[in-house]
């Protein structure tokens, strides 16, 4: 996937790391997908996760994210 971004010239973004309590396990979302979601539910995206709600792929609760989010870039 990180290659057919790079063969497409966009830039990458990073992604989040975020927790399941119930799994107890930690994934990661890029922040293009946390965007989309952003978008598709408040209109609006940026470097913030106090409003977008990210659940686990396994279980469906909803989990934390480990980290703080970066400065607003736009």
């Known amino acids: 996937m990180k ?31 946390i965007w989309d979601m952003q978008e598709l539910t408040h209109g609006y995206v940026g470097y913030h996760l106090y409003d977008t709600y990210i659940c686990c792929p396994d279980c469906g609760e909803l989990a934390e994210a480990l980290e703080e989010p970066g400065p607003n870039p736009f």
């Open 3 to 33: 290659k057919k971004k790079q063969e497409k010239g966009q830039e990458d973004f990073g992604s989040v790391m975020f927790y399941c309590k119930r799994c107890n396990k930690t994934f990661d979302m890029e922040w293009e997908t």
